[in-house]
């Protein structure tokens, strides 16, 4: 027989006090407990043994350990990282407790198979004598291929040794390997909401040669309702398999990632036979729309490592309209700042978009064609002038202005705009809007040793009112040459070796106190502490939690990274972030607690170092209870932090004795007043009202309006005015719909009488909010023609607002609290 090397899944298995190894086949991508079939299970008992076959001499290379049960003997493969450091720690935990166990029970098979998958599982190799099988091996989401970077190891008998190994074999990168072109093809579509009708191959396989890589964008793969609330669509499998059956005939493709937020989804392919060089997939989600959460706008995007060279590619749908070009550029840094991807190692701190080698970003950017007539764009693009054309382009000129994609390349536009045309033909749009056309679909790139060989619109496409954009882009990938590298890492640890233990790891700091003045609710303050690596020693540094304390620091403040590696004669500049939000404002607005904490920076084998933060924060009513608004005439700013936490005190009293005091509450909160009558009077037939998300800037001069009474009114957009609205609604401490109140609202939500009975329960300030806020609502569905709303987009967007879970709702309750919510609607 021969040696035969099989991909399974491996995990650890805990019942009844025993323990076993579980060993699954498995279907390509396993997701679900229906995609894997339990093989084998190797009992933990006083026959078990595992060992670690003779280590790789490359930092980051694969675990192979050997495992020995009754009658079985393995030899397994598990990928580098901090999962398999983990993984191998517990197993080692169950095998020293000496298991009195020689057999697994039957029952301890009937696991929640899904639920296992989820927490304890590992893609492996594994070596056995047995029948050879022919397998598909293709790229595995879950899995992690060797990597030839060594990276931080976080188990115990790793750490500073192997981060100065890493830290030196970047440095000398340059001896070990060198750049290998590859192909990768980009491709954005704006589908608006349509099936797919036509082979996409005039789209994605024009090129001659096949690329070596594919990266394909859509947006607005569904417009409906149901995609936009709950995020699911069988729009994904449609296209899915249009773009698989549209690749490159020439060469055969494996898909390894796909990702989607709504109608925002991107599709990674690559060749099967560099397969096995991708490595570290990670997939993030950012929405941009209505509080910053909403998928109806944001982007979706994937990160990887080819070989040795760190890609992400982000496929974005910025905000619409010509005038909002603030917004796209709002929304551009936002999803570079929010875009974070976890590492393999999890003592790693997580990495940006910018943060890698090679950035490509695709999508429906909007951006707009400016300061000229419908006609005139016509006119010169009939002449096929686009160069004069671009000039007036939005996305040129805030770049120029340095505003957005600083560093990115976009190549030469030489095609006609994509946006609007006519779905099913090649005529300009010629709706009652007539929109001008457009360049909105982009794809720009960022980093070195690369090449667009071709830019280009595909006119025979015309499913959408958009047409599909493509870049061939000839990337330069850094390859390993293994022979060097393994001389590489062995001097090092040589010269390592003669080092350790000679000296004590020593820093200095820039500053050891801080001081953050006049601090705002979800308004971000920051300082830089630069640490400069004086001793004689590369050192490991770290902050660390106090006694009793569950993190390194108090939840409105943050160090990053908050650790990291410095080598000899180095520094790091580490950010200390304050940023208020909603689970710290209420504790900050009451003066129950300080801009005050004390971190301690720990050195690996050193001393630790304190460093002093201080600062003062300016109350908001954004987090305040509702009870203490109502009782607070003045805006909050202007009142003493010490007269509020008499007036919180004394909201405990019953209605009665509040009627014997020198003032009478206030019915409802002023600060709910200003924003709905604003509303009321400025945006009852505003288009797109609650969907359209505001601008960053305008809420922050409404959040100060509110909090200190100037100006008389509320500035900003009638959008921005909305969602603060919503922001407010979304961050007091006690929900409208109180949370002593939630389990009756959903019990009664099928019976109208009911639930008002259940509103008449609530206490008087919460009740008169809740019944002001859905009487505005009915009022914005009277203009329902206008602003687009209907009773079901204000329940969804309204119901987890007002009726908050104390804990994390279920499909089936948002649906009973939207149910809830609707009886107030469409009653008059």
């Given amino acids: 027989m021969d040696n035969v090397t099989e991909s399974r899944l491996l995990g650890l298995v805990e019942h009844a006090g025993a323990h076993a190894l579980f060993i699954f086949t498995h279907r390509r991508m396993a997701i679900t407990g229906e995609d894997v079939t339990l093989d084998e299970i190797i009992p933990i008992s006083h026959d078990f043994e595992i060992v670690e076959v003779l280590p790789h001499p490359f930092a980051g290379a694969d675990t192979r350990v050997r495992v020995r049960g009754l009658e079985l003997e393995l030899e397994i493969r598990l ?20 298991m009195e166990l020689l057999h697994l029970p039957c029952s301890c098979i009937c696991i929640d198979v899904a639920h296992f998958i989820s927490i304890l599982l590992l893609c492996l190799h594994i070596h056995r004598k047995g029948k050879s099988e022919d397998r598909d091996d293709q790229v595995r989401s879950s899995s992690h291929t060797v990597s030839n970077k060594a990276q931080m190891l976080s188990m115990p008998q790793f750490g500073l040794r192997d981060n100065i190994i890493r830290c030196e074999l970047l ?66 499998s449609e296209w899915m398999k249009a773009v698989s059956e549209s690749l490159h005939p020439d060469a055969k493709y494996a898909l390894v990632k796909l990702v989607r937020l709504v109608g925002i989804m991107l599709l990674f392919y690559v060749k099967k036979e560099h397969a096995s060089h991708i490595s570290e997939v990670e997939a993030e989600t950012v929405g941009t729309g209505i509080m910053g959460r909403m998928g109806n706008k944001g982007a979706v995007a994937i990160r990887f490592r080819f070989h040795n060279s760190d890609i992400c590619v ?38 940006s978009i910018v943060k890698h080698d090679v950035v490509l970003w695709l999508g429906d950017l909007n951006y707009r064609i400016s300061e000229l007539e419908v006609d005139e764009v016509k006119n010169l693009i009939a002449k096929k002038d686009f160069e004069t054309l671009y000039r007036y382009d939005q996305l040129k000129r805030q770049i120029d202005e340095k505003a957005v994609f600083i560093g990115f390349v976009e190549g030469e536009i030489t095609f006609p705009p994509t946006y609007k045309y006519d779905t099913g033909s090649d005529q300009w749009d010629t709706s009652e809007k007539c929109r001008v056309p457009a360049w909105c679909d982009r794809i720009l790139y960022k980093g070195k040793n690369i090449q667009q060989l071709a830019y280009q619109s595909h006119m025979t496409l015309k499913t959408s009112d958009h047409k599909p954009v493509s870049s061939l882009i000839e990337i330069g990938i850094k390859v390993v040459k293994e022979e060097l590298y393994k001389k590489t890492f062995e001097d090092i640890v040589r010269n390592l070796d003669k080092m350790e233990n000679e000296c004590i790891p020593s820093v200095s700091l820039s500053k050891r106190e801080f001081y953050f003045k006049d601090v705002k609710f979800m308004q971000h303050q920051a300082e830089t502490l630069t640490i400069f690596n004086d001793g004689q020693v590369p050192c490991q540094f770290e902050f660390i939690q106090k006694l009793d304390e569950p993190s390194y620091s108090k939840l409105w403040l943050a160090a990053n990274p908050s650790k990291g590696f410095l080598a000899q004669g180095s520094t790091v500049d580490i950010e200390l972030e304050v940023f208020v939000n909603r689970s710290t404002a209420t504790e900050l607005n009451l003066g129950y607690q300080q801009i005050e904490d004390i971190l301690v920076l720990h050195l690996d084998r050193g001393k630790d170092y304190f460093i002093l933060i201080t600062g003062n924060y300016l109350p908001s009513c954004f987090g305040t209870p509702l009870h203490t608004l109502c009782l607070l005439r003045e805006p909050i700013q202007e009142m003493p932090l010490e007269t509020i936490k008499e007036l919180v005190s004394s909201s405990t009293l019953n209605i009665e004795e509040m009627n014997m005091t020198a003032e009478k509450p206030l019915d409802i909160p002023k600060e709910i007043w200003m924003m709905v009558d604003h509303l009321y009077r400025n945006a009852s037939k505003q288009e797109d009202l609650l969907q359209q998300p505001g601008l960053r800037n305008e809420f922050e001069e409404i959040r100060d309006c509110l909090d200190t009474g100037i100006p008389d009114s509320l500035p900003g957009s009638n959008h921005s005015v909305a969602e603060a609205l919503l922001l407010f609604l979304e961050v007091l401490p006690e929900p409208v719909v109180t ?43 009277k203009n329902s023609v206008h602003n687009h709303l209907d009773v079901n987009i204000l329940a969804t967007i309204f119901a987890p607002l007002l009726l908050r879970s104390p804990k994390k709702q279920d499909h089936a309750e948002k649906r009973k609290t939207q149910e809830f919510l609707q009886h107030f609607l469409e009653t008059c």
């Avoid at 398999?84 to 020293?96: D, Y």
């Avoid at 396989?205 to 995020?231: H, I, M």
């Fill in 739 to 781: 949370y002593s109140l939630y389990h009756q609202c959903l019990d009664n939500c099928s019976n109208a009488a009911l639930c008002k009975k259940v509103i008449s329960m609530l206490p008087q300030c919460h009740k008169n909010v809740f019944n002001y806020l859905t009487a505005f609502l009915r009022e914005l569905l």
């Fill in 171 to 236: 440095k000398s990168e340059e001896l070990y390997i060198y750049i290998e072109n590859f192909k990768f093809f980009i491709g954005t579509y704006n589908v608006n909401g349509q099936a797919p009708k036509e082979n996409l191959q005039p789209w994605l396989s024009y090129t001659p040669d096949p690329p070596d890589l594919y990266c394909v964008g859509f947006q607005e793969l569904d417009l409906s309702k149901e995609a936009f609330f709950f995020n699911d669509t069988p729009k994904e």
């Fill in 314 to 351: 982000v496929n974005s749908h910025l905000a619409a309209h010509i005038e909002e070009y603030e917004r796209r550029n709002q929304d551009f840094r936002e999803i570079c700042s929010r875009m974070q991807f976890r590492q393999m190692d999890p003592s790693l701190p997580t990495l």
């Fill in 79 to 98: 990928p580098f990282g901090s999962h398999t450091r983990f993984f191998l720690s517990e197993v080692n935990k169950a095998w020293s407790g000496k």
